[in-house]
């Protein structure tokens, strides 16, 4: 008998698979350097044919070409379907002054919340200088490390964090700045995978190349001492600083379209899609650097994964994907 990749997870009840479907210019106070991009931090590493981030080189697994931004603002499209169309679940209210979005990637959400705020300075850090340059005025982003000390003078009424599974060495410290940096009555939300890949009905199991793939993933990461299932610690860890109202949601990423509802449908073609062309990006540097491999057996397993996606009906992978909220404690009086 196969052995089970993971325990299944319990499942929303629409999550059925479908049978018969077919193929498929504020100023900022500090004076560190994070407040320009010097042309060192602009320049980048270029490693089997992909362009990652030089500022702290070798933090982050993934690279930044024009490629892997592409995927990453799909993935910002499944996010907001995942959570309807919203740009985010915590009850922020309509005249935020303050928002800082942690690991803004391309800086997708980061327009589009200062968009949805006018009234918000919006500032969006991330190790890498991806981030388009006409934007609206009340938006700005600084190349940073969110690991190192943080700078900010004046505190946040919001402070987004999301998609870092894989970036983070120590979760708890970088929760405890959060708080620390946030006003009194401030809101926290976090939205991330656990990277481990599973099924509701056992159908994916030890035997499946997707797995194996995954699997490998996991452990380069337990190598390099990063966590890569925070989702499922974020609301423990939100406690623990003394965040009050925490909520959690854990919703599930079909990967394909095997879901019959079509919500979920939709959800997996895109992760399908995301997940698919973004394979040798996501393996590259973890399967060269820290297991050893070289370029060309990365890609054959890539290929491998790829073909049983498109063509094995009998899976029905997923990811969990978690939604944490957390609010600071309001003021005495307040």
């Avoid at 499209?77 to 935020?96: E, Q």
């Avoid at 600084?142 to 979760?171: P, Q």
């Avoid at 990461?221 to 609301?235: F, R, S, T, W």
């Avoid at 879901?259 to 698919?276: E, R, S």
Wanted: hydrophobic letters at 35%.
């Amino acid at each position: 008998m196969a052995e089970s990749a993971n325990p299944p997870p319990a499942v929303d009840a629409a999550l059925e698979v479908d049978e018969d479907g077919g193929d498929s210019a504020y100023g900022e106070e500090t004076l560190s350097f994070t407040t320009s991009l010097s042309s060192s931090i602009k320049n980048h590493i270029y490693e089997n044919g992909r362009r990652y981030h030089a500022y702290n080189e070798g933090k982050y697994f993934a690279p930044n070409d024009e490629a892997e931004n592409d995927r990453l603002d799909m993935h910002n499209h499944m996010a907001r379907l995942a959570i309807g169309g919203k740009l985010h679940t915590a009850p922020i209210g309509d005249n935020p002054q303050r928002i800082l979005d942690v690991g803004c990637g391309t800086g997708i959400w980061t327009i589009d919340i200062g968009d949805e705020y006018p009234s918000a300075e919006v500032i969006g850090i991330d190790l890498s200088p991806t981030q388009p340059s006409m934007v609206p005025p009340n938006v700005r982003f600084e190349v940073d490390n969110a690991e190192e000390e943080w700078t900010y003078s004046k505190k946040f009424d919001f402070i987004h964090c999301r998609w870092m599974a894989g970036s983070i060495l120590d979760w708890p410290r970088l929760v405890s700045r959060v708080y620390e940096n946030l006003k009194p009555g401030g809101w926290f939300e976090c939205q991330d995978y656990d990277i481990m890949v599973t099924s509701s009905d056992d159908s994916l199991t030890a035997e499946n190349t997707t797995y194996q793939w995954n699997a490998l993933c996991c452990e380069a990461l337990e190598k390099m001492n990063i966590d890569h299932q925070p989702g499922a610690k974020m609301k423990r860890w939100c406690e623990d600083v003394g965040f009050e109202s925490v909520q959690e949601e854990i919703l599930f990423m079909p990967l394909g379209i095997w879901p019959k509802d079509k919500k979920y449908k939709q959800i997996g073609a895109w992760n399908y899609l995301i997940v698919t062309e973004g394979l040798e990006a996501l393996s590259l540097r973890l399967f060269t650097k820290v297991l050893g491999w070289n370029k060309e057996e990365v890609e054959v397993l890539c290929a491998k994964v790829r073909t049983e996606l498109k063509t094995n009906r009998k899976i029905h992978p997923l990811y969990k994907y978690h939604v944490i909220i957390g609010q600071k404690p309001k003021a005495k009086g307040d």
